[in-house]
Structure formats: structure tokens, C-alpha cells
């Protein structure tokens, strides 16, 4: 299966203005993001997904390959399956949407998430880190619930699984799942995906993945050792993200 990835870069966020033009090491955070999805191999080609010429032209001025959308999608995933749907890129089976404030994702999240559609026949796939207890009360940390085969049952914000009974919590623990920022798709079920109305669900949580689930796709979620380092949201992310930066340049070159 030919595989494309889209990273959808907004340059109208809210909590962090301008943000895929922010520095992270002197460069561009969604050129970052574009760089370490490319550099990894997973995918045949990768494009961002832009509603901006002025992230266009950056891009451009980098050597990355962005494409200009739509200024009225409601999500990142409604920009994805524009670029999805676009003539030149008709030919992949597979579509990666990975998120455009995430330059420290996983490697093995995104070849989670598409190992899922590719490789254990989910319609979407995406991936989840083992974590403890802590997160639990943080609604920033989507927790996800999967079933025996793999499949997400629920997605919140909310502390679940649930902790009912104290015996329990070894057992409990033991299921905790951070879900992160990386959704494979079948083409046609991506498609499928965007041309549903919201559902209640999503606009409750805030979480564009409820749609799919209550619609009946199946979403299959990779098990991984450790969730992504995180997105960038804030200002306190962006200096954090570049710290982390110079620590794995440092490191790289001991």
C-alpha cells in the first residue's frame, strides 16, 4: 500500500499565535515536524497541509513540500482529507495525518498506526504509550480504552478506565493508555470519516476521533512504550520543546 503523509499546520491558533512559524532550533516548528516525519522512512511522501501562503512560502524557502487548503476546516483531520481527495495525490492507499505541533513524535507511533491499517485490517489505526495513574486527572491526556483485538472503544479526557474498588488498582493501572497525535487512514474511510456530521459525543470531549468511532469505523490502536514528548500549545511548550532540542543535539554530538 502507497502510504501519505499530511501534516495540517494552522497558522491561526489561538493559544499559541502564529505557531507553525515558530522557531524550534532556528527553524520553523512545522519544517521540524515536516523533517522527522521525512527522515523517519515510513511513508512514501509527505506534504503540509496549509491554509496560509505565508506557511506556504516558508515551507517552499525550506525545501518542504506544503499544500494550500481550505481557510474553513473545522479540523486538522477535514484538511488532510482535502489534500486526500486532490487528484495528485489519488494514487495512495494509505493516508498519516500527523500532527503539525508534534516534532518529537515516535517513530514507532506512526509505523503503529499504520501497521494497524496496513497490516491487521482496521479501516483507521492509531497509537497509544503505557502510562501510570498520573494522568488520569489531566484533561489535556486522552485516555483510550481498546478492546482485546485491538480495536479503541472510548476515547475521553475523563479518567478511564475507571477506578471503582482500591483492590483493583494494580489491575487498573496496568491499563491506562495516553493515546497520541497519529491517525492512519484507508483513503476511503478517511473520506467517509469527514462527510459525517459531528457527533455529540465530539463536540462534548472535543475529540474529532469520537465521530469516527460512533459511526462504526473500526480505529485500531498501536501499543507503544512511551507517549511522544508532547505538543506544542503554549509558550512554556515552545521553550520546553526548545531545551529539549538542544539536550538531543548535545547528546548527539558527545
Excluded at 20 to 41: A, D, F, H, I, T
Excluded at 44 to 51: H, P
Excluded at 154 to 166: G, I, W
Aim: proline residues 6%.
Amino acid at each position: 500500500m502507497s502510504t501519505l503523509a499530511v501534516i495540517p499546520a494552522r497558522l491561526a491558533a489561538t493559544r499559541l499565535p502564529r505557531k507553525p512559524l515558530r522557531p524550534l532550533g532556528g527553524v520553523p516548528l512545522v519544517v521540524r515536524v515536516w523533517e522527522r516525519v521525512r527522515s523517519l522512512g515510513l511513508v512514501d511522501r509527505v506534504v503540509v497541509a496549509t491554509e496560509s501562503p505565508e506557511v506556504l512560502e516558508v515551507l517552499a524557502v525550506h525545501g518542504a513540500e506544503g499544500v494550500l487548503t481550505s481557510d474553513l476546516h473545522h479540523s486538522g483531520t477535514d484538511r488532510v482529507a482535502e489534500v486526500a481527495q486532490r487528484l495528485e495525490f489519488a494514487d495512495f492507499d494509505v493516508v498519516v495525518n500527523v500532527q503539525g505541533d508534534e516534532p518529537f513524535m515516535r517513530g514507532d507511533a506512526i509505523a503503529g498506526a499504520i501497521s494497524m491499517v496496513r497490516d491487521h485490517g482496521f479501516e483507521l489505526g492509531t497509537a497509544a504509550g503505557r502510562r501510570g495513574p498520573e494522568i488520569m486527572s489531566d484533561p489535556n491526556c486522552v485516555k483510550v480504552v481498546r478492546a482485546d483485538d485491538g480495536r479503541a472503544l472510548y476515547f475521553s479526557r475523563a479518567p478511564v478506565p475507571f477506578l471503582r474498588d482500591e483492590a483493583d488498582r494494580a489491575d487498573r493501572d496496568d491499563l491506562v493508555l495516553q493515546h497520541m497525535g497519529v491517525y492512519a487512514a484507508r483513503r476511503e474511510a478517511l473520506l467517509r470519516w469527514v462527510r459525517l456530521p459531528p457527533h455529540p459525543l465530539e463536540l462534548v470531549e472535543k475529540l474529532e476521533q469520537l465521530r469516527a468511532l460512533a459511526a462504526g469505523l473500526a480505529m485500531g490502536v498501536a501499543i507503544v512504550e512511551a507517549p511522544s514528548w508532547g505538543e506544542v500549545n503554549t509558550e512554556e511548550d515552545l521553550v520546553r520543546a526548545n531545551a529539549h532540542w538542544e539536550q538531543l543535539n548535545a547528546d548527539a554530538t558527545r
